[in-house]
């Protein structure tokens, strides 16, 4: 089956600790994203990628990294200079090359920071 | 800047009731329009889109949407409620050269009995 895989589902940190997201693709996507989602603030997107060894900020990259050193794999690092890291986050890729703006996601991490 | 509104929070609708989810959107060009469902806890599904042509398009579980570039608007209708609908929906539009999707701020269905 083709889809989008994020572990854990669940993740529990103590504050001052980096932690990374995984997210993986087996549909041959070019593109990957990075959203975050607090109650009552829709999605928020954090970094996207076209290409491999390529990526870009969003709107709320401040306290995040990422690299894409492989297609299919785009993992999210959130260090402790991420004022309020506690949040839903959610994975996406695309076909890429202009072609499509339909984004697929993955079932999501929750990240909590105590 | 481009932005989204999904100015209901909350929806309410009795089970076998028709829905209508409001969108409206602020872009320059040709938008590209999707809703999204998101049931607790999980990913976004794709509904439906709209790139062009149609203005009324048909999407997945029996939901319709249409396009009205004279309001900016982009609701999304269902002749009947199922209790399985009770979700979160989120309205987008793709924009810039590179494919970003700009999200509203969801609504959320319940369905009563």
């Known amino acids: 089956d083709g889809g989008i895989t994020q572990s854990p589902k669940y993740l529990f940190r103590k504050e001052g600790q980096n932690v990374t997201l995984s997210c993986e693709q087996n549909l041959n996507h070019d593109a990957m994203y990075w959203y975050r989602q607090d109650p009552g603030q829709g999605l928020r997107l954090i970094y996207y990628s076209q290409i491999v060894n390529d990526f870009q900020k969003g709107d709320i990259a401040e306290g995040y990294s990422v690299s894409r050193e492989k297609k299919e794999s785009f993992p999210l690092t959130v260090t402790s200079a991420q004022k309020n890291p506690t949040a839903f986050y959610l994975c996406?890729?695309?076909?890429?090359?202009?072609?499509?703006?339909?984004?697929?996601f993955g079932p999501g991490t929750r990240l909590t920071v105590t | 800047a481009q932005s989204v509104t999904q100015p209901d929070i909350h929806i309410t609708v009795s089970e076998g009731a028709s829905l209508e989810l409001r969108c409206n959107y602020s872009?320059?060009?040709?938008?590209?329009l999707f809703w999204y469902v998101q049931s607790p806890g999980q990913g976004l599904q794709l509904l439906l889109k709209?790139?062009?042509?149609?203005?009324l398009v048909q999407g997945i579980k029996g939901f319709e949407a249409e396009f009205k570039r004279s309001q900016s608007s982009f609701n999304l209708r269902k002749p009947s409620v199922h209790w399985s609908d009770a979700a979160e929906y989120f309205c987008a539009v793709g924009v810039g050269g590179f494919q970003k999707l700009v999200f509203g701020t969801g609504t959320r269905l319940l369905v009563s009995p």
């Open positions: 872009y320059g060009a040709t938008p590209y």
């Open positions: 709209y790139f062009s042509g149609d203005t």
């Open positions: 996406a890729s695309s076909i890429g090359g202009g072609s499509s703006y339909e984004q697929y």
